[in-house]
């Protein structure tokens, strides 16, 4: 099976594990992904990942992140440039996720980055996809 965007398929296994209250996510490795994930870990959104060798291939395993209660810390993750219609931004106008709770992803020039970080460094790019 060949995923034609793997970026939303990486976002939905989180979301799909994570209201399971599943434990750890195991999904395929790329450089992007790894960006994607490690602005995760340092924005709170997950406890920890690291790259393993599962089957013989290169996964990123996710462990996630849950609230006293039990509930995910993720609330939502949504993809907004997708193969078929890419989305980019300036830096001025970047949007800003739940009033500021949330954290926009945004593939720059200067690599991948948050929509906060993007605007201190005055870069745009490509808005790759929203967590709240």
């Known amino acids: 099976m ?59 395993r996710i462990f996630l992140k849950y609230d006293d209660a039990n509930d995910p810390i993720i609330h939502g993750v949504e993809k907004v440039s997708r193969p078929g219609r890419r989305v980019y931004s300036g830096y001025k106008e970047l949007p800003r996720v739940f009033n500021g709770y949330g954290t926009v992803i945004v593939s720059t020039s200067e690599g991948v980055t948050t929509g906060r970080k993007a605007v201190e460094k005055k870069v745009g790019g490509e808005l790759i996809c929203t967590v709240w």
């Open 2 to 60: 060949s995923v034609s965007d793997p970026i939303a398929d990486m976002l939905t296994k989180i979301r799909n594990a994570s209201s399971a209250r599943h434990e750890k996510v195991d999904i395929p490795t790329s450089k992007l992904k790894l960006e994607i994930v490690k602005i995760l870990k340092t924005e709170g959104f997950i406890k920890n990942f690291k790259k393993i060798q599962a089957e013989g291939s290169n996964v990123i």
